[in-house]
């Protein structure tokens, strides 16, 4: 769906909206670093390129697939497969050990269970809106979701 | 006790929220500010690379062409030998290959970047693309145009001004992903540098007076590189801190090193041995020089772009400079000497 009509607050609005859902799946795909610096490219870019963002069926997908894009050299330079780090070291040196747990076991779930369960999870995303985030199907979210949620589980009773 | 899993990742995403949207914001401005400070000549040089950019979509479009006229058929598509300059074998270092004709992409399955353009373009990097090889699951998200022909399936993704051509080889598990050089920038070297495989770990060594280890490529998961990541100053705002990024590259000539872009806007002399080359970008500036003749250096400082520290330009390079500087005194000779110990002579 494209954007709806409306004043240009509105449609500022709308980006902005996409754009944090953006950064919330950069950093949850990328890790802190790379997918602050993937998120804060999407939202340069977002911002030049308005009219195609708000002619876009699916702009959310769309500076997602913008973030992933610009990404790929850094990940490439770390040539990390799976992120260390979902927050800076300052949050992660105060947090409780139950959270660091389960940022340290966050790493080892798949990519697209990773994402998925922390859309959903740790920032209450619609099952549909993550999946037109993603370009997969509600199904596949709930799927990936539903797994990776086992997955944590158990790990973070092995560690418990 | 039941772990209430749900309830830690609310509450870790709370914290997810806070400083992600605070990084970006910050980083998002950075890089906004940076781009609009374009040195003087910048236009010129946009304009450059605009057309020389021009010429790099022109040999990609042929080649997507070519590869999809394959579809079929029984010939691969073929490379004019002309347009090949350089070819890196993978087995090892960087040293020069031959500039016979290869034909896609079985002749390409022993190496690692090869180099597309004229012989005049040869010293230029903005006009010649690279095509680098990479794991099979490497992730290219835009939507794409499929090529294919015999021995390979492959997609061209083109975004704005970049476009990339991926190419998975039937017969291996790997990718070969065509990518233009329109521009190099720090984003772009980092990318070279690992196609590069820089081959030796820096975690052991001392970081400078001042200077505190922020990321070691051990910690990277990176122990085949010889890289480290430093940072100073305690400002909160990341925006407001020096970082410093060090790799060394053996096995590498002084060629391969042009070849691979690192050459870029030679605006000053020697930093350390010859030659030196200078890059600017997005607040950072990278030196690269060789060392040795098999060993190059490259120094990338990320200046701070806000607060009170925030240098001028002519500073910053400054900077740069006495930073190369330090890091000659403290201990590239050993390093050097790394390399030599655990690698024998080429």
């Known amino acids: 769906m494209g954007m709806t009509a409306g004043g240009p607050e509105a449609q500022a609005d709308l980006i902005d909206s996409c754009l944090a859902r953006v950064r919330r799946a950069a950093v949850a795909r990328f890790g802190f670093e790379i997918g602050v610096e993937a998120a804060a490219e999407a939202t340069v870019w977002a911002w030049a390129n308005r009219q195609q963002v708000e002619e876009a069926d699916n702009p959310a997908g769309l500076l997602f697939r913008v973030a992933q894009t610009r990404a790929e050299p850094h990940v490439r330079w770390s040539r990390r497969r799976a992120p260390v780090d979902f927050v800076p070291e300052s949050t992660m040196a105060a947090a409780r050990p139950e959270l660091i747990d389960l940022w340290r076991a966050l790493p080892r779930l798949r990519t697209e269970e990773r994402v998925a369960v922390v859309l959903v999870h740790a920032h209450g995303e619609r099952y549909d809106d993550v999946a037109d985030l993603l370009g997969i199907t509600t199904a596949a979210v709930t799927n990936h979701v539903h797994r990776g949620l086992r997955k944590l589980r158990s790990m973070m009773e092995d560690t418990a | ?346």
Do not use: C, K
């Open chain 2, 1 to 346: 006790m039941t772990l209430d899993v749900v309830d830690l990742l609310a509450e870790a995403g709370d914290l997810m929220e806070r400083d992600g949207s605070a990084a970006v914001a910050e980083r998002a401005g950075t890089i906004d500010a940076t781009r609009d400070a374009e040195p003087p000549g910048a236009e010129h040089q946009q304009r450059d690379r605009r057309v020389w950019l021009a010429a790099a979509v022109v040999l990609v479009v042929a080649l997507a062409a070519a590869a999809a006229v394959s579809l079929g058929t029984e010939e691969p598509p073929a490379l004019d030998p002309a347009d090949v300059v350089a070819l890196v074998p993978s087995d090892r270092g960087a040293s020069w290959g031959g500039l016979e004709a290869i034909d896609l992409p079985t002749e390409l399955a022993g190496h690692d970047i090869v180099v597309l353009g004229d012989a005049e373009a040869f010293d230029d990097p903005e006009r010649t693309v690279t095509l680098t090889r990479t794991p099979r699951d490497h992730d290219f998200p835009l939507d794409t145009r499929p090529v294919s022909g015999s021995g390979f399936d492959g997609e061209l993704h083109e975004f704005g001004s970049t476009w990339t051509l991926r190419i998975d080889l039937l017969d291996t598990d790997e990718t070969l992903g065509l990518g233009s050089a329109t521009a190099v920038s720090v984003d772009e070297l980092f990318e070279l540098a690992a196609a590069l495989d820089l081959t030796r770990p820096l975690v052991d060594q001392e970081p400078p007076s001042g200077w505190r280890v922020r990321t070691t490529a051990r910690e990277l998961d990176r122990a085949s590189t010889r890289s480290i990541y430093l940072e100073r100053g305690d400002a909160v705002d990341p925006t407001e801190r020096e970082r410093l990024f060090v790799s060394t590259i053996s096995g590498v000539g002084e060629s391969a090193l042009w070849m691979s872009g690192f050459h870029v806007d030679a605006e000053d002399g020697e930093v350390r041995g010859s030659p030196a080359w200078i890059n600017r970008s997005r607040g950072s500036i990278s030196l690269t020089w060789m060392e040795t003749p098999d060993l190059a250096v490259s120094v990338t400082y990320r200046h701070p772009t806000t607060g009170p520290d925030q240098p001028t330009r002519e500073e910053a390079l400054e900077r740069a400079l006495a930073i190369a500087d330090d890091l000659v005194g403290i201990g590239l000779g050993e390093w050097n000497q790394l390399v030599a110990d655990t690698e024998g002579p080429s």
